[in-house]
């Protein structure tokens, strides 16, 4: 079981910005996800999550109104859509899936600087 994460990179404040998360071994379809992040120096922190099954969505204070996360099953990916981004929102972008285990891909540097 694996989660790929893909999309990061260098933009400017108010510019987008889309996630990708590439689950193998597993059907997203089925498990809670989410997206969580961490900036230096600062504790892990939830910005949005996805449940299994019904696919109900729920942001953190953070996210909202900026951020959606979203998913196809058929290519069994999460993603993560950022508008209007901040220097805030600066930090590793890491996908976490709540299968029989807690799991983890290995993060995406998303970096907002003018």
């Known amino acids: 079981v694996q989660l790929v994460e893909s999309g990061g990179g260098l933009v400017q404040p108010g510019e987008s910005l889309r996630l990708s998360c590439t689950a193998s071994?597993?059907?997203?379809?089925?498990?809670?996800m989410s997206w969580d992040r961490q900036a230096p120096g600062k504790q892990r922190e939830l910005v949005a999550s996805?449940?299994?099954?019904?696919?109900?969505?729920a942001d953190a204070e953070v996210a909202k109104g900026r951020f959606t996360i979203s998913r196809v099953n058929a290519l069994n990916t999460v993603y993560l859509q950022m508008n209007s981004l901040k220097s805030d929102d600066t930090a590793v972008y890491y996908c976490h899936a709540r299968i029989w285990k807690e799991l983890w891909g290995q993060g995406t540097q998303v970096t907002v600087s003018s």
């Open positions: 996805i449940t299994g099954v019904r696919g109900g969505t």
């Open positions: 071994g597993f059907a997203v379809s089925a498990y809670d």
